[in-house]
């Protein structure tokens, strides 16, 4: 069961009207509902617009269960994953050129089982991952404590298009260890100020 099915079975068990008034106020089958919370199947984006809307959840637990919902979504076929891929690939093309354009000194790495890019910093190589989305933070954290140990580096950063309210709440588990979790237009500033 995915994080978005846990947190979706959750919040609908929670509903004061029980889960039948919560799938008419949704315009769902009751079936349908319980086929997203028990993750048989991803609500397409319409319809978990609905449910929220009945649900009537605080903006932030709303935005969450919406990153949960986009993350089970776009690794939910095979050609999804496929499309995640592609995207990821061109996302750390982008951070790469971004990166060499203000005057940093990088390397794209050609294993997928790696960091996407490493940033030379005087004697140091600090590696990145650039990722559009996350979708298992262990995982990328695990990644990351490989490469720096390859790379004989105390840093890594994560680098994203933009940092959402749950990539916040994971950070201090990650700082921990010496990554940080980025929009990658700021690793400029950072990498400065070291």
Known sequence: MSNFSKSLS??????????????????????????????????????????????????????????????????????????FMQLKEDFA???????????LEVSYVSSREEADLVVRTGKQRLPLLALPLIHDYPKVLGTLLTAMYEYSSSKGFVCLPRVTPP???KS???????????????LPKILARN
């Open 10 to 83: 959750s919040y609908s068990k929670a509903y004061p009207g029980g889960l039948t008034e919560l799938a008419a106020q949704a315009k769902l089958s009751r079936p349908s509902l319980y086929d997203a919370m028990s993750g048989k199947s991803i609500p397409r984006q319409e319809t978990l617009e609905r449910i929220l809307k009945a649900l009537d959840l605080p903006e932030k637990s709303s935005d969450e269960l919406k990153k949960q919902h986009q993350v089970s979504a776009s690794l939910s076929t095979r050609k999804k994953r496929m499309e």
């Open 93 to 103: 093309q982008q951070v790469g050129s971004y990166l060499l354009g203000k005057g």
């Open 167 to 169: 990539d916040r709440k």
């Open 172 to 186: 201090p588990t990650f700082d921990k260890h010496g990554i940080r979790i980025i929009a990658y237009k700021s």
